[in-house]
């Protein structure tokens, strides 16, 4: 049924991910009549017991992260990547940085902790990513001086010594503070066989390299007016983990803490909170009025400190459990070890389908949804061609006598005679103004890319905004299309303002504007989906035409391709986490500025590069002749091209976008007008038919200007831009 309410998790961590799980493993358990968004600043959470294994260097990253996008996408919930500012009570809305807040109907905080500050200038370890990439950039055998002495701090130590740091303990007290005298023992034994020294009775503002000092939950959660505790900031809550007088919050985890049990911040009681949130969320939305399930936290918790090997033979790890302490021994290790495992495996038992079963189940989405070429060029070749003064009009010629618009297909504008085949252009000429620009406009859109509206209208209206930028021209102002799913009327309007301000997010900085649009509902469980109509303007000698080329010229690509299998790759659940944030966050870089640095460096002809890939574009380009004059032949290097991380590898596996078996009909142009430089593996032939979406620019530069145009965009940030081909003179 269409959806009503908005649930939104705020945090991934540990509770959240479970709930993910869970939903994902029983759909059954997850609230009926609801959309479902998770709001983190990151991507994976790290799972906490197998952190002083990361810095001790025993895991990799991927081992101890749990994939909070991958989880959103099997439980059905949206995954938003922001950081989170505020929350306003009165409106029930989350807050976010740079973009407009998610209201919802109910919240469930789960965000973990924060260091508390340090006087002595001590770097937090939590948040725990920027800690880790600190850590990274450190010499071997740096000395570290760290504040603390709970067992955070102990373990911290010891996961610093075996990883070749050199570090020391800053105590406030004589001895550390591990819960009982035999735990403090048994903890000052393990630091003197790593020869970790002790700094005993250091004032808390004495100078500190690490901060490892108690938690706190973020400062944010007080200033909104919610109950928190006094001395930690975290949320107060009832044993169903209600916040107290705010029945549509709830709070678990690091950040929450149950007014009758109060416990410390650790990962074993936010794990065991997850069942009861589940049930509480699910029965406050689908049974409101019906009493939650209480929950009492265990009164006590096992706790195994693990050495990370910092003694140089077999990592050992000592029990603790209340006043005893027992080991340190390897078998404690091996026991934590198992444990912390098989935490992790609960994560890793909902596997990825496997390669090519994806694109068989699952078409794509962006712009691999388009047309594939072969139907929409066929099409085209048919139509009857329009009176001849509806003709497109040149760059440079007089005004038609009664000038339209011409034929503009799937984002590309075509003319064609029946029977012959349409010659496409990025954008639509239309009349020059009054001043003698030239108008140009262009329509793209797709079925959502990803499941934040947001995030999706920006990256579309990038996308869209491309093809003008391939012609040379500054995009002035847009009109769009939103399609909205079946919803409540208040989930409907949320969703249609986030799109816009998406969209917003690429214009206000171009000094265009959204002119206006219409809006659908979808039907028959259509989602979410955004069509523009773009306008731009170029003087007529900057006009950028596909071609044709120019021998001797070179080719410059702005920015890595393999957005496609990516995505494709992702609805299967086998790209990894950092692969999909590094391609975001390349897809979000607007290539507006690279008009005037193209123009100051001569180009001649450009495209940009989209859903029918590399060679599929760079064969318009090199068909783009005009009459009478043979077209141009072009050498390609394959090694030159940059692929985004991962696409490589997963092309390798077989991954594939659902598109790419159609654009493989383009390979044919390896045997005719594009030659290889050298010979290319079986992936990087798959990487030249990968669809794009928010794909680089493809341009061609006098050879003598082209170094300078790749130094000039590198500077500007495209730090891939790359050489790739050169034009011959005749076809090879």
Known sequence: MPPKHHLVLAGGGHSHALLLRMWAMDPKRRPAGSLISLVSRHSSALYSGMVPGLVAGLYQTGECAMDLRRLCARAGVAFVLAEISGLDLERQELLLEGRPGLRYDRL????????????????????????????GSLPPGAPLRIRGGGQAAVELALALAARGYRPQLLLRGESPSLGSKAANRAGERLLAAASIPLQRLVPGD????????????????????????????????????????????????DCGLITSDPRP??????????????????????????P????????????????????????????????????????????????????????????????????????????????????????????PAPPVETQRPSPTGPKPANPTSPLRIQGKQANA?????????????VPTTASGELLLQSVDGFPALVDDPWLNARLTTLHACSDLWACGARVTSVQALVTVPEAGPRLQEDLL????????????????????????????????????????????????????????????????????VLFASAMAGAAEAAWLDGALALMQQSQAELVALLQAHGCRACTDITGFGLLGHLGEMVAAAGPGIASAGVELDGSAIPALAGSLELLEQGHASSLAPSNAAALALLDGPIRLKAPLSTAQLGLLIDPQTCGPLLAALPAEQA??????????GFAQAAVIGRVLGTPP
Not at 226 to 234: C, I, K
Not at 366 to 375: E, V
């Open 417 to 429: 005679t029946r029977g012959q085949t349409p010659q496409p252009e990025d954008a639509a000429l």
């Open 265 to 290: 911040a650790a990962g074993v009681w936010a794990v065991r909170a997850a069942p009861t949130l589940a049930a509480n969320l699910q029965r406050s939305l689908e049974q409101p009025g019906r």
């Open 292 to 383: 939650l399930r209480p929950w009492r936290p265990q009164a006590r918790a096992l706790q195994l400190l693990g050495d990370g090997g910092a003694r140089g033979g077999q990592p050992q790890a000592l029990a603790l459990w209340g006043s005893l302490a027992l080991g340190p021994t390897p078998w404690l290790w091996g026991w934590k070890e198992r444990i912390d495992r098989g935490f992790m495996q609960r994560f890793e038992s909902l596997a990825p389908m496997a390669a090519g079963a994806a694109s068989e189940a699952m078409a794509c989405r962006g712009c691999a949804a388009k047309l594939a070429a072969s139907p929409l060029a066929s099409a085209l070749a048919r139509l």
């Open 206 to 253: 004495a100078p500190a390299d690490l901060a490892c000092t108690g938690s706190r939950a973020p400062a944010w959660l007080a200033a909104s007016g919610l109950p928190v505790d006094a001395a930690s900031g975290r949320v107060l809550s009832e044993p169903s983990l209600q916040v107290l007088g705010h029945p549509a919050l709830f709070a678990s985890g």
């Open 108 to 135: 469930s905080l789960d965000l973990g902790a924060v260091t508390a500050s340090d006087p002595g200038g001590g770097r937090p370890v939590k948040p725990l990513e920027p800690f880790l990439a600190w850590l």
């Open 497 to 564: 303002l986030q799109s816009l301000a998406g969209v917003r997010s690429v214009l206000d900085p171009l000094g265009a504007s959204l002119i206006g649009g219409h809006t659908l509902e979808g039907r028959d469980g259509a989602g979410l989906a955004l069509a523009l109509t773009v306008n731009g303007t170029v003087a007529p000698p900057h006009f950028w035409p596909k071609g044709p080329l120019q021998p001797g010229d070179l080719l410059l690509l702005s920015r890595p391709i393999g957005t496609g």
């Open 707 to 716: 170094p300078d145009a790749l130094a000039a965009m590198r500077a500007a």
